[in-house]
């Protein structure tokens, strides 16, 4: 686990340093996230960026420091640890998951090729709202599918999908978790997997990636499209409804909701201020803020 040093990334980005200008530990630092550092005339030059945390943090436009690491058993645990520690404003960023998870406990497939990420934050929207930060990243994996190319929708209350008259395919999930750090203050854990530049063979049946549909898949600006947009939203926090309204694919669609005492079928009709569907099963109106979602056929 290595975070970027972003100050002498940026520097470093500007033109060659000289050598007595920067730490040792910062060039480890950035090679050990990604960063090809020669020695030259003039010192140290970047050479290159493979995808990693010094190749999302260098044009990364939102102050959060990037923790990156190859290989982690889920970068919602780790972020959780993080978050625990008192270290929000943070970003922790693997290359593969050996443990992802969903909603409910469910596994999450991560191989390499993904962008599998977790935003530490302070959560500053009210409790009753914080179901908009879902939202928010949500909106994030639709821009960062559009910055390659792809148009991705959203299926409440936490999937993203590429549409298809047939059958949608699931490209993404969010699963953004509230605790209480060490010292007693509330941070979110936003975890975001999008299957980026993943071979569609090696993900569950329903699933597919952006290199399906497209073959320019940047993983860096994938990340770092999601990560400014829910920079940006949860600072501007009455945007969300409207920008996740204009991205979603449940709106107006005949669902089925699943929860774990329940089923319910109906049209569903608008979504709350809070984040819950309204769905409407010809006789009423349901507010669901739980739940498992299934785009039904019209009938
Ligand atoms: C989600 O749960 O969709 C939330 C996924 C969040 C993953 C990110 S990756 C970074 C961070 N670290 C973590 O450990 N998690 C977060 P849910 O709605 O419960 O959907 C889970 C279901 O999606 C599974 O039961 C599978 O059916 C399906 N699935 C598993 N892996 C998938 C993949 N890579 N792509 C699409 N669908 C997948």
């Known amino acids: 686990m290595t975070l970027v040093p972003r100050s002498a990334l940026a520097r470093l980005t500007d033109g060659p340093v000289p050598v007595e200008d920067i730490a040792d530990q910062a060039i480890q630092a950035l090679r050990d996230t990604g960063a090809t550092i020669e020695r030259c005339e003039d010192g140290y030059r970047l050479s290159g960026l493979s995808y990693g945390g010094a190749a999302v943090a260098a044009h990364l436009d939102a102050p959060y420091e990037i923790e990156w690491v190859e290989t982690v058993e889920s970068t919602n645990q780790l972020g959780r640890r993080r978050g625990f520690e008192g270290h929000t404003d943070r970003v922790v960023l693997a290359a593969e998951q050996t443990g992802g998870r969903g909603r409910r406990d469910r596994d999450w497939l991560s191989p390499a090729g993904g962008v599998w990420l977790s935003l530490v934050l302070e959560p500053t929207l009210k409790p009753d709202r914080r179901a908009l930060l879902t939202f928010a990243a949500a909106v994030g994996v639709v821009d960062a599918a559009a910055a390659t ?41 936003v975890g975001v997997g999008i299957n980026a530049d993943v071979d569609p063979a090696v993900l569950p049946r329903d699933a597919t990636s952006l290199r399906a549909v497209t073959d320019t898949v940047d993983r860096a600006t994938v990340a770092t499209t999601v990560i ?60 669901v803020t739980v739940g498992d979602c299934e785009h039904l056929r019209p009938t």
Not at 229 to 244: A, F, Q
């Open 228 to 287: 400014e947009t829910v920079h940006e939203l949860r600072g501007d926090p009455d945007r969300i409804l409207d920008r996740w309204q204009g991205a979603a694919r449940t709106l107006g669609q005949r669902v089925r909701i699943t929860t774990e005492s329940t089923e319910l079928e109906g049209t569903a009709v608008d979504i709350t201020e809070t984040g819950a569907l309204l769905v409407d099963d010809g006789t009423t109106h349901h507010e």
């Open 149 to 189: 190319g792809v148009t991705a929708q959203i299926k409440w209350p936490n999937d993203v999908v590429i549409p298809d008259p047939e059958t949608d395919r699931k490209v993404g999930g969010i699963l953004t978790e509230v605790k209480t750090s060490e010292a007693g203050a509330p941070f979110a854990v």
